[in-house]
């Protein structure tokens, strides 16, 4: 419980694609994926709630990127399309322990991974 390890970072090109994987074993009440820019604030990409079949996308993210979870592989994935320059950043694997109203959100999570860089380049 608590050990999450990112997976799938890499280079890409402006339209590409890329599959973000996160190794997540154990319950949570959510789990998601966010990012960070230098010099910026963390922020949530795309969450869910497995027993609320419930998901969060950020706006900038909304028909780009899916997020995918396996729980008999205790695997949570992000596949990222028509990438832009912008999605570059540290993304994270993250999860909350039990309920709460605020479920995406960077200081509302208990568990982090290391992350992972994505970089999208022309």
């Known amino acids: 419980q608590g050990q999450l390890v990112e997976s799938g970072g890499g280079l890409v090109q402006p339209g590409g694609s890329l599959r973000l994987s996160c190794e997540a074993s154990?319950?949570?009440?959510?789990i998601g994926w966010f990012r960070q820019v230098p010099g910026k604030e963390r922020e949530g990409v795309a969450c869910?709630?497995?027993?609320?079949?419930?998901?969060y996308y950020a706006d900038s993210v909304k028909g780009r990127f899916t997020i995918s979870r396996d729980t008999a592989k205790n695997t949570l994935d992000l596949i990222m399309n028509s990438l832009k320059p912008e999605d570059t950043a540290v993304y994270y694997c993250?999860?909350?322990?039990?309920?709460?109203?605020?479920?995406?959100?960077?200081?509302?999570?208990?568990?982090w991974g290391l992350g992972t860089a994505v970089t999208i380049f022309s």
């Open positions: 869910r709630i497995d027993s609320e079949y419930a998901t």
């Open positions: 993250a999860a909350k322990q039990t309920y709460g109203t605020r479920w995406c959100e960077t200081d509302a999570m208990d568990y």
């Open positions: 154990g319950l949570y009440y959510s």
